[in-house]
């Protein structure tokens, strides 16, 4: 059998789109913890995504976006993403347009030929990649649909990996809508709006997530050891000193803008802010 290039091997993951596909994701987080999500996808951008045996999150393309934030499904615009428990990954990553690949640099380079392996009893590919600044990256990807089912970094830890795989032959529509009581998110057009309008909103936004990027594992701990939207929030109001709207800033931010160099460019941005505002 001929090895796949990786370009074949990027072209078949977004071939995936149009595929069925149920599986398993597990996500292998920077503190040890394993979160485990299970995935219904069709065509269409359609998505279920259960955690827990929960639905935390449905979508139907970009019309149609139901999230779980704390204790309520929350609908979102169609512009607008949240993260998905506020997960390093989750299986928007593993095919689509909001996938890993997608996101990628497409400077990434494969130094090896895609090797053959097995990932859960089906046939994938696995293929060593870099990044412009040298850093290694190993993916591996389902041979039968394209479908992103591992991916590892230089060290060899498993980030992501996916379990489970199946293809049914048509998921029901119902399956990707929810019935229950859905409590709607302002648009972000609209909050983009506000931010314009009000210096002092943005500026108190900028603050609050500044002071969480500087205790990151504090607010981490804080928020996963709260059993309730209102929990976590009362607790980062307690640890941080700010107030609710602050605290659902912070609850909104994603994972990755935790990073050192978001968190420094955050700085920047607030120190502009705060100058401007005194003038």
Known sequence: MRAPSWVELAGRNAAAESVYVTG???VSEKTSDRIYFDFHHAPGGKWRVEHDGQPVYLAVGRTSVVVRVGDHMQQLDGDFQLPILNAEFNPRDLLGPESLLR????EMTADEVARPMEMGGRASWSIRLHTPKGEAIVMAFDDATG??????????RVLLQVENLTEPKGLPDSLFLW????RKA???RDRRRRSAEDEDERIAF????VAAQSRPQEVLAAITAADSENAARSALIQLLDVDEFGADAIMTT???QFRGDHAAANRRTLEVLEDRYRR
Do not use: N, Q, Y
Not at 103 to 106: I, Q
Not at 147 to 156: I, T
């Open 147 to 156: 479908v992103l089912v591992k991916v590892e970094d230089a060290g060899g």
């Open 24 to 26: 398993t994701l597990i």
């Open 103 to 106: 996101r990628m640099s497409a």
């Open 206 to 209: 900028m603050r609050a997530v």
């Open 186 to 188: 302002p648009s972000p």
């Open 179 to 182: 019935e229950g009581p859905i």
């Open 254 to 256: 994603p994972v990755g």
